[in-house]
DNA sequence: CGGCCGTCTAAGGATC
DNA sequence: GATCCTTAGACGGCCG
């Protein structure tokens, strides 16, 4: 593939060779179809699973759980140490700054 | 504070008793730590997938094809169907506001 | 208006009277444009002052404050002390229970 | 951390002396409060606004008028235009998919 | 590296 | 009154 067959700027003077002329009624299309059907399964596997995480914090609720502070914790365990103790330090220096 | 891992609405029953109450080293926390751990193995796989899509995306742009124009492809082959229904919901409210 | 006279539980059979006849092409429709208009205009309104808003961060940053942080104090500012530290006291009870 | 006001990426021009050092607890500080209480006073102004809105359709409400239907038309008047545009983007998609 | 886009969170409204 | 859902705002990643 080494002709850009649906760049933008790519023979819209009507120049169609027999080439891509006949990707566009066969392999190309095939192969844009293949791109858009897989990327739209993997989008449909990706939902399933958030549906799955909504699922757990609703078990976690009905368990007594607070979501909201569970959340934080896993946003916490992602983030650098360094990260965290960072932006407290800042929050603090503008809580003196303004005589908080 | 005997039942920490609730929220403030808990007691739905009353049973908060030594069982939770030795949960925070022991049951409660083992549900805790498996809630949390479940989510995060959860979004590694939505990361993955993300990162799969991407790589489509990457093979599509060098198969010469415009990425930006897929994914709006993509979404529109979504959005489709619920515009259909917005139509009708549409005709639907202004046939309501008519009284007719 | 004694009338519920769009209420779904309204004239449904057909029965529509002289005086609601009247009012649709009349007084109620006139008073139904206001209220959309009304309304209109006020969103108008919310959606340039988030502008301005939008504006005075980007000057922040521009000035060299972390507008993150700037937003956390806000933030604070419109909670309760008490909120805050009943999270944090919540945040930290399942910390200590993972072990963290 | 001589200049607390400034993130990570500042030093533009190395500039940072006993001026801004001064500025915690003077001019900078004073930018950092002035930027802080104009956004509150927007904010402020923004959830006036909003109160307008809901008296609004409190009056609506009282006159008769189903509130859900008018929230429904509102919306639908903002999405208009963009449809129409949707339907030429996507018109011209499909035309540069196609190669036309 | 700044703007744009998509996702994710939090709040408000509708429903039962 | 509680829950669910929709919507607006915030956040982070991606692209140009």
Same mark, same amino acid.
């Given at each position: ?10 023979? *819209?003077? @009507? %120049?169609?060779?027999?080439? +891509? /002329? %006949? %990707?566009?009624?066969? $392999?190309? %299309? ?6 858009? &059907?897989? #990327? &739209?399964?993997?989008? *449909? &596997?990706?939902?399933?699973?958030? @549906? /799955?995480? !909504?699922?757990?914090? +609703?078990?976690? !609720? ?6 909201? #502070?569970?959340?934080?914790? $896993?946003?916490?365990?992602?983030? *650098?140490?360094?990260?965290? *103790?960072?932006? &407290? +330090?800042?929050?603090? $220096?503008?809580?003196?700054?303004? @005589? $908080?």
């Amino acid at each position: 593939m080494l002709d850009g067959q649906f760049q933008e700027d790519s023979d *819209e003077d @009507g %120049a169609v060779d027999t080439r +891509t /002329d %006949a %990707a566009v009624g066969g $392999i190309a %299309a095939d192969r844009l179809r293949s791109i858009i &059907e897989r #990327v &739209e399964r993997l989008e *449909e &596997e990706r939902k399933a699973l958030a @549906g /799955d995480i !909504k699922d757990i914090f +609703t078990e976690a !609720k009905s368990a007594g759980f607070d979501v909201k #502070v569970i959340r934080q914790i $896993i946003r916490l365990r992602k983030l *650098e140490p360094s990260e965290v *103790e960072e932006q &407290e +330090t800042l929050l603090d $220096i503008y809580r003196r700054a303004l @005589g $908080i």
